[in-house]
């Protein structure tokens, strides 16, 4: 049998990240949801897969020789998982049972079937739907199915999912003698070429640590476990506390807590970050500090498809689109929004759509060149090329958010070198 990773119609709710890819690509933990999902089934053949047309060129050249959007290339019965599922230890014993027409489902939701070729397609356009029964022959509640469903739902789980996923080493990792430890050393864990420098406080009396391959770990840092970094990373001399993940190639300083870089993101200066969801590409500048606490300590709400959401979380940061750049000094309140390639040159709104600048004084439009110029640059930085795909598909998120913007007020007019411009 086959597999396949779909996405239902809850990725909207999960933007501003999953404009620039699919809801399986997000982190959690110590991976994304699509390679838990492989993981848990113990799968090592090619998965096809099945997101939003603009996204199709960049997932393949991320994925090589894995089918994207292509349904017509599925030649035997296949096992389609929904891509924001988080698998538990019974999910493959479920799902691997399952015969062609059968499904488990959890609510309105369909967590995994098992499809034929020439049923694929009608299937495909039917996740949308709010009534997945009608898809399958035969459904078979999964009460006990864990699928996200909202943003800050990584935020709640990442603690448990860091616990979960941790494999214990071999051995001891080797530190410096003058590397502090608190709790037990055998809940530490470093990857090829990972470095722990001098006066540096391991702490894992709440849970592990894992340090990536090539990450080093300046001086005076003090991390706390649960903890998952992953690598090439560069940590300077930080506070980073337990329920983070890092990803690869990320540059991270000042304080972070309970939060999620997706990576190649920097937040090397001084600065808090809590309960938030960082992007790839992402700047936050020196100063920057967000919140995650209201002076009323009351429940937060986000916006979600114009309509506020009561998150019944007491803490709760921001959730930050791939590209977005923050300024020197700049505090941001809690529950905010971030969109993709947007600026934030003052204090920001509740919202602030894809490709715009909060500038203090009104909402401006980063116009879709200036926008591409700045994504080279950066991923130039990096090592990395802004491929054709990639900047297909930025455009693409620029045409798609035009009517967001207008909706929100934002202004056609040049910003100027005041702002970078």
Known sequence: MLL??????????????????????LLIGTSTLLEKIIKSLGYSGRVYLFTRRYLGGVL???FGDWPVNKPESVDDTILMVNGLLLPDR?????????????GLI????????????RNLTSFLEGVESSEPRKLLNKAYEYAGAKTLRYLWDIINLNHEMIVFEWERPEGLAELDSTVKILGDQSMIALG??????????????????????????????RLEGPLWIGRNCLIESSIVKGGTSIGDNSRVGGEVEASVIQGHSNKR????????????????????NISNLKNTYGTQRVLIEGRRVDTGRVFLGCFIGDHAKTAIGVQIASAKLVGVSSHVYADAPQYIPSFTASTGDGLVEIFIESAIETAKRM????????????????????????????????????????HGF
């Open 379 to 418: 991923m130039g930085r990096r090592g990395r090329t802004l491929t054709p795909a990639y900047e297909e598909m930025l455009r693409e998120v620029h045409s798609l958010t035009e009517d967001d913007r207008m909706r929100f007020g934002v202004e056609k007019r040049w910003l100027g070198s005041r």
């Open 4 to 25: 396949g990773v779909f996405e239902d119609r809850f990725w909207r709710n999960f933007t501003p990240l999953t404009l620039t890819r699919p809801s399986f690509n």
């Open 106 to 117: 959890h609510g309105e939701r369909i967590i995994a079937a098992c499809i034929s070729p």
């Open 90 to 102: 019974e999910f493959a014993e479920k799902a691997l049972k399952l015969e062609v027409g059968e």
């Open 269 to 288: 200066h001084l600065g808090y970050l809590g309960h938030s969801y960082v992007g790839e590409w992402v700047n936050i500048g020196a100063g920057t």
């Open 60 to 62: 393949s050249e991320n």
């Open 192 to 221: 090829e070429g990972a470095s722990v420098e001098g006066y540096a406080v391991l702490d894992t009396r709440s849970g592990p640590i894992y340090i990536g391959g090539g990450t080093v770990v300046k001086p005076f840092s």
